[in-house]
């Protein structure tokens, strides 16, 4: 059963807290990525993994730095979160080819007080 | 300015009638596929349209593509309250792994 998972699914912060969002798929996909979508705004990509170590900045990386120790595994990290930083976060995998279907998870309401 | 885009920000529909989502975009592509995305959901593919196919279906889906006019379409015949969804266009071009996502139409089927 292909899946994307993301912990937690819901999380409140308080501005300057740190912030682990986590990922996992089960497809053996060698890239990973993690977008935020905000009203109005559609998908914005924060970073692109495509393997372990490998890692690329997106449209919007500032304020964000990732970590992929295992292919399976993607993490989010929020050093210091900001209110501007109020999101939903989604985590999607894929295999390395230009163009192929993205699996996305449920998402991360993140709210940052 | 957005690189894909719906055009329509919203419609509806009542359940059984057909509906057309419209996308347009501005760069050279290898690829369009379209997402639908339910409320409390992540974005779900539905179709993928590569630049040398010109139309594809699923079930009640159907994607056309027109490289020309840089345009695709999505239309759902026999519409469901189930198929009530934010429905995005997300393009891809060679040399970049990024899909460039569209704002999203609401689809709303009504009983």
């Known amino acids: 059963d292909m899946k994307v998972t993301q912990m937690p699914r819901y999380l409140i912060k308080r501005m300057g807290e740190n912030v682990l969002l986590e990922c996992g798929q089960d497809m053996s996909h060698e890239t990973m990525y993690w977008y935020r979508q905000d009203p109005g705004l559609g998908l914005q990509l924060i970073y692109i993994s495509y393997d372990v170590d490998s890692n690329s900045e997106g449209d919007i990386p500032k304020g964000y730095r990732v970590s992929r120790k295992k292919r399976e595994h993607f993490s989010l990290i929020l050093d210091s979160a900001k209110t501007n930083q109020t999101s939903v976060y989604f985590c999607?995998?894929?295999?390395?080819?230009?163009?192929?279907?993205?699996?996305f998870g449920p998402g991360t309401r993140l709210l940052v007080l | 300015s957005q690189l894909a885009e719906e055009n329509l920000w919203a419609l509806s529909v009542h359940e059984g009638e057909s509906v057309t989502v419209n996308c347009s975009y501005k760069?050279?592509?290898?690829?369009l596929q379209w997402y639908r995305q339910k409320s409390g959901e992540g974005p779900a593919q539905l179709i993928l349209i590569r630049s040398n196919e010109r139309e594809k279906r699923n079930g009640r889906l159907r994607a056309t593509l027109d490289t020309s006019s840089q345009s695709s379409s999505l239309s759902i015949t026999a519409t469901r309250c189930e198929d009530t969804a934010v429905y995005f266009c997300?393009?891809?071009?060679?040399?970049?792994?990024?899909?460039?996502f569209g704002s999203g139409t609401q689809l709303t089927v009504m009983p």
């Open positions: 999607a995998s894929s295999f390395m080819d230009r163009g192929d279907t993205q699996y």
């Open positions: 997300a393009t891809s071009s060679s040399g970049s792994w990024q899909l460039i």
């Open positions: 760069t050279s592509i290898t690829a």
